[in-house]
């Protein structure tokens, strides 16, 4: 290897340490417990301001690590969007809302710090925003939920809006406490993520069918 | 008054305008972002150890907010209780899940920072922890755990667990995308938190009567 090919390969297992003990530093600590030296640290790098050198800000961090988790789902999920064709079966696309996150986190292994370390990231103010617009540009995201709002063409368009972001709490939430379960021994033994993909893909198909109170909204609004 | 009953009046007020701030700050900037120096200023204390002074840590901050939150909570959630009495329609206890956090929040005004701040806390893996033993000691809290259990005795013990758990992300996680809404406009004009509350309860009680795949747990647990 050239001695730029060199420095480039040692740069990027830098940058993958790094990613990685901030991960699970954030994960296990908290956004707000753990400094960009801790990281450094722990990601064995002598020099205490290498997370600035590899990647600016922490935000920047942060989006490196959404950004390489959302890209790995999102090619998951175009797989199951292609597997499940023109289905006009609901239960197959919210299948592609849910097992995509779910099989990601089962190839991580145990422990993951990945889920964990995502439902900080969306609700802290500042990174949360960071993260919103990216996720809306992926291509399978996209397919899924132009597949859902055809099998929901029933509900009235902000009952449809409000459910899908229901959906998405369910599923980034419920995936960060059974991650944290099987870090600590407390999840239910012998469960596997497939279990909870199934559990999860029963309960969001009962809350998208669910009888609606108000069809009609107070006030008219884009659709 | 005595100079003592003025010294504690002090107190009171000055423990009042941090939490206030505290609350404020961590909603808008982030948990990660703000210093305790930063929440006395805003505060209007001159003196920038004046958390320390009145609640010792951060944490024992973000505790006392969340229990104060948490105790207004469950006297509203004592009081549907009480109506509710031998209710053996579903819809009613969750009615008793749902409305006190949105009657709560309707009651803090526009805008408000609590829902915000609480998602956060119950995100980071240590305040997390802080909180979840006290909200189960909660009288109002248990009742309703034990009528919706009732009500729900057909479900497997694992099946209504997990969605007790998947309930409890749906409320907060809902209330304080709203709340945060309603702070930057971009909440839906004219609705109000009653009908997200509706919202939420045709979308919860679909959750806990869907069909369950799995009704058998591959492994025993205890009930």
Redesign the interface.
């Known amino acids: 290897m050239s001695t730029t090919g060199a420095r480039v390969a040692r740069s990027a297992a830098t940058r993958e340490a790094i990613m990685a003990a901030a991960e699970r530093l954030y994960?296990?600590?908290?956004?707000?417990?753990i400094s960009n030296r801790q990281i450094s640290e722990a990601a064995g790098q002598g020099n205490v301001t290498a997370v600035s050198y590899h990647f600016g800000s922490r935000l920047d961090l942060v989006r490196a690590i959404m950004v390489r988790h959302g890209e790995e789902v999102d090619a998951l999920r175009a797989r199951h969007v292609a597997e499940v064709g023109d289905s006009t079966d609901l239960r197959d696309w919210v299948r592609c809302l849910v097992r995509p996150v779910s099989e990601h986190l089962a190839a991580l292994g145990v422990p993951s710090w990945q889920a964990?370390f995502a439902?900080?990231v969306?609700?802290?103010?500042?990174?949360r925003d960071l993260i919103a617009e990216e996720a809306l540009g992926r291509p399978g995201l996209h397919a899924v939920m132009l597949g859902l709002r055809q099998r929901l063409a029933d509900l009235p368009p902000?009952?449809r809006r409000?459910?899908g972001?229901?959906a998405r709490?369910?599923i980034t939430?419920?995936c960060?406490?059974r991650e944290?379960g099987l870090a600590d021994r407390t999840a239910?033994?012998?469960?596997s993520w497939s279990?909870t993909a199934?559990?999860?893909?029963?309960?969001?198909?009962?809350?998208?069918?669910?009888?609606?109170?108000?069809p009609h909204?107070?006030?008219k609004?884009p659709l």
């Open positions: 994960a296990e600590q908290g956004l707000s417990a964990r439902v900080q969306l609700t802290d103010p500042v990174t902000h009952v409000a459910r972001e229901m709490h369910l939430h419920t960060a406490e944290r239910r033994p012998h469960a279990d199934d559990e999860l893909e029963d309960a969001l198909v009962g809350l998208f069918t669910a009888p609606v109170t108000h909204p107070r006030t609004e």
